[in-house]
């Protein structure tokens, strides 16, 4: 199994920016996807962003154009580039690992890190 260990994350001003990273141990980054999901206090996990091992990316409609997910397969890093950030963008971030095919937004099937905490301040 994967495991995945995030970094990046932070408090910044309300229009700044941040970059998350994802870093995978154990097996590659050879999954059908990897993606980012987020969790605000007394929220559910929701979805952040997703690439498929094919290249499709896939953005909630609450970050995109603000965010940006990218990969590096030789180097088994996952990376997501925050900008504009807002104070709701605060949250948990997770890096999740999707070995087989099925949907890239609910949080079934998937391996997750430990979480970076981002925090936007007004």
């Known amino acids: 199994q994967v495991q995945l260990v995030e970094s990046g994350g932070g408090l910044v001003q309300a229009g700044g920016s941040l970059r998350l990273s994802c870093a995978a141990s154990?097996?590659?980054?050879?999954?059908?996807?990897v993606g980012w999901f987020r969790q605000a206090p007394g929220k559910e996990r929701e979805f952040v962003a997703a690439i498929t091992w094919s290249g499709n990316i896939y953005y909630s409609g609450s970050v995109k154009g603000r965010f940006t997910i990218s990969r590096d397969d030789a180097n088994n890093m996952v990376y997501l580039q925050m900008n504009s950030l807002k104070p709701e963008d605060t949250a948990v971030y997770y890096c999740?690992?999707?070995?087989?095919?099925?949907?890239?937004?609910?949080?079934?099937?998937?391996?997750w890190g430990q979480g970076t905490q981002v925090t936007v301040s007004s």
């Open positions: 154990g097996r590659t980054f050879s999954s059908h996807a």
């Open positions: 999740a690992d999707q070995r087989y095919s099925g949907s890239v937004y609910n949080t079934e099937n998937k391996s």
